[in-house]
């Protein structure tokens, strides 16, 4: 893979700006109004998430992670989609569309988020649930289910590599060079004005939805984000390397994913990019579907809702 090519994952994914979040603002739309008495809540305690659940006890138990500067909001098609036969457990990580930050204003977040989904599974008594993740909710699925092969029972990564960094600081960095950037990432995320924030947020988003009547909750989400939380999640995405761990997983996984739109980028190319990223995964699955952008859920429903479908029935 050249460095131009690369260079273009940026692009295409929008990382810089949509994973950086925007702080401080408050929802106009009011996709955001998370009142504690407007879901039912988990009995779960912990400061890096909290659960909403829908859905009855006996229903077979899927687990949804949203992405950097996101919210479980995003999950609401997929949610009535599944219907009646699920017990649905949306995780909304704190920081993220107007929850406190807690434990996650400072250091990493997936990788935290990732071992208190492994107790939430197992003081929750859930039985190898489906866990699907979008974005940087893949990167914690993946960690989940390499860290803890024995909580998942099936694995849905949405648009997400294992690796960010080399898109970042070029084909042939180091992991020290890769560090270097992240470092310079995350600070250009935390000394941004709130008006810098915005305006990129809503550019950004604007690209990875490609439905106009789609985009406000989720660019509400991130205005309603911690940019503190979103620049720590950001360096963490860059250097961490999933990689060489992808080999652990045992559960059933399958990556949903997107092509790159850019100058010189076909299907195929984007095809071989995910091959090669999740090659070290065996029996991994990989689906592309087309006419969409990074929220591909909402952009494809129905091609999405199909592959899901496919997927949790095998």
Do not use: C
């Amino acid at each position: 893979m050249n460095a131009q090519l690369l260079t273009g994952l940026i692009a295409a994914f929008g990382l810089i700006a949509n994973l950086a979040g925007v702080g401080g603002a408050a929802a106009q739309d009011g996709h955001m109004q998370h009142g504690e008495d407007a879901h039912h809540h988990a009995a779960f305690e912990s400061d890096r998430f909290h659960v909403r659940v829908d859905g009855v006890e006996g229903g077979r138990d899927i687990i949804l992670i949203h992405g950097n500067a996101s919210s479980p909001e995003v999950w609401q098609g997929t949610v009535d989609h599944l219907g009646a036969g699920w017990r649905v457990h949306r995780i909304h990580i704190q920081g993220y569309a107007g929850a406190p930050a807690g434990a996650n204003a400072q250091g990493p977040v997936a990788a935290p988020v990732a071992e208190e989904l492994a107790r939430y599974i197992r003081e929750a008594g859930l039985n190898k649930p489906v866990v699907v993740g979008h974005s940087m909710g893949g990167t914690i699925g993946l960690m989940l289910a390499a860290r803890h092969p024995e909580a998942v029972g099936r694995l849905l990564v949405i648009d997400m590599l294992p690796y960010l960094g080399p898109a970042f600081a070029g084909p042939t960095a180091t992991p020290e060079q890769v560090a270097a950037v992240a470092d310079q990432v995350q600070a250009r995320i935390a000394d941004a004005t709130p008006e810098a924030y915005a305006a990129s947020t809503t550019q950004t988003i604007t690209g990875m939805i490609k439905t106009a009547e789609k985009r406000a909750g989720p660019i509400a989400d991130g205005l309603a984000s911690d940019p503190k939380v979103s620049g720590h999640a950001m360096r963490e995405l860059l250097v961490t390397d999933l990689r060489p761990e992808l080999p652990r997983i045992t559960a059933p996984t399958e990556v949903v994913y997107v092509a790159f739109e850019m100058p010189g980028m076909t299907p195929q190319i984007t095809d071989a990019i995910y091959q090669g990223s999740f090659a070290t995964l065996p029996g991994i699955k990989l689906k592309r579907i087309d006419d969409a952008a990074h929220f591909v859920f909402l952009d494809q429903p129905d091609a999405f809702y199909r592959a899901l479908d496919a997927f949790v029935a095998e």
